[in-house]
């Protein structure tokens, strides 16, 4: 079975910096689309970024310039390095991995089409 553990989260003071990670395991293919999201309490999750086996990246404009994602394809694993952190990013983060289509097609930001989630690693910015 393919499943994704995220680590990284933790508190850190505004104009902070953090870098998630998520690992992926039993799943060796050379397609996909893979997603970071976040969900704060009393809100909707939300996608974040995204990035596909084009290594083609999208992000929502309320991280763009400061969150950067990436997969190394020799470790399967996804990052997302996040910069100048904001008491707003404060939230649960999720990575989440799809087929290729999903980036292409533009069903990322949203999350529901994705049925393939990690756990969640909590980022506390204050």
């Known amino acids: 079975d393919v499943q994704l553990v995220e680590s990284g989260g933790g508190s850190v003071e505004p104009r902070g910096s953090l870098r998630l990670s998520c690992e992926v395991s039993g799943y060796t293919g050379r397609s996909y689309c893979m997603g970071w999201f976040r969900q704060a309490p009393g809100k909707e999750r939300e996608g974040v970024a995204s990035?596909?086996?084009?290594?083609?990246?999208t992000y929502v404009d309320s991280v763009k310039g400061r969150f950067t994602i990436s997969f190394d394809n020799a470790k399967y694993v996804l990052y997302l390095q996040m910069d100048s952190l904001k008491p707003e990013d404060t939230a649960m983060y999720y990575c989440a991995a799809g087929p290729f289509a999903f980036c292409t097609r533009g069903y990322f930001p949203n999350p529901d089409p994705f049925g393939l989630w990690g756990q969640g690693t909590q980022v506390t910015v204050s």
């Open positions: 990035i596909d086996s084009n290594d083609r990246t």
